[in-house]
């Protein structure tokens, strides 16, 4: 009877001992391959407001080209930057500041190595009615808007122009200031103020509103966009592609349609 039982015996425990050299051999590469989860996760971005149009059309064309979603969140640069410091991690952060770059990396929240200078804005003066905004001067607008410059880059950045200018005793101190460039853009719309200094690329694609004049780009900081990859993200090589195809020839054409330039020397 033993003689039976022991072979049925050692059969079994041969057998085992194959199961598990095969479960040695096969789980590792079972275990490298992404799940559906991590392969499914969007880059996510945050990103200074004033780009919002032209960086959906771009991440459009990104993802049709690459097959992976991007996420984004917009608003002002500093705030997005004191988001991030309060421990937000967006996998990358897209400021037109480079105050608020400098802030994150001070801290070691973005990478200093991998910091790209994306592009460039202008300021410009707009007023509501182009027949007759177009013959105001600047120094001579009774009413104006400006984005706060407690809040928001564009607002500091005119604030640094007026003060150049000449003119920031006389007009700021009666500037109406607002959160956002596009408050500052429907204020002038709805007639509250005569005019109001914002952005180039927000201004060109509001129809109730008319640039009348641009501002010298030697009268305040360079309005410069810069692409930092955070420490707390998920790293350069989740976001690497993405980040190369911001600085390609086609995401530069988007962003030039939405009235930036290319990251030129600042105009006299």
Known sequence: MASRVFPLLNARATLRRCMRGMLFLFAPAWLALPTASAQSQPITVSAAASLHQALQSVNGAYEKLNHES????????????????????PDVFISADPA??????????????????????????????????????????????LPDPRQHPAGRFAQAALTRLGLWERLGAKARMTASTRAALDMVASGEVEGAIVYRSEALYDPHVQVIQLLPDSAHPPVVYTVAVTTGGRGWPVVSAYVSFLRSQSALDIFERFGFERNLPARK
């Open 100 to 145: 608020s770059v400098a802030y994150l990396e001070e801290r070691k929240l973005v990478r200093g190595d991998v910091l790209v200078t994306l592009v460039r804005n202008r300021l410009v003066v707009v007023a509501h009615d182009p027949r007759n905004g177009a013959g105001v001067a600047l120094r001579d607008m009774a009413s104006l808007a």
């Open 70 to 89: 991007v996420s984004v969140v917009y608003g002002p640069s500093f705030r997005l930057a004191s988001d991030i410091a309060r421990g937000a991690v």
